[in-house]
């Protein structure tokens, strides 16, 4: 995510909303801890999903929407 913000102009801090998709929700709290510490203060607002499954096999898919700088 990261990279295609970058390409982009832009950085984490431009997120404004996430949606997460989990194949296991037993996963979020290590998901959790993980989203705090890439969205420090003030995270992105975020809607939470668990699916059966994800495309090759991931554990955790994420959409986001950023503003442009």
Do not use: C, Q
């Not at 997120?15 to 203060?41: E, I, Q, W």
């Amino acid at each position: 995510m990261t990279a295609v913000l970058r390409a982009a102009g832009a950085t984490l801090s431009n997120v404004v909303k996430t949606t997460v998709y989990l194949t296991n929700m037993a996963d979020f709290p290590a998901f959790n801890a993980a989203y705090s510490r890439h969205f420090p203060g003030v995270p992105p607002a975020r809607t939470t999903v668990a699916v059966l499954a994800l495309p090759l096999g991931a554990r955790v898919e994420i959409e986001a929407i950023a503003t442009l700088p």
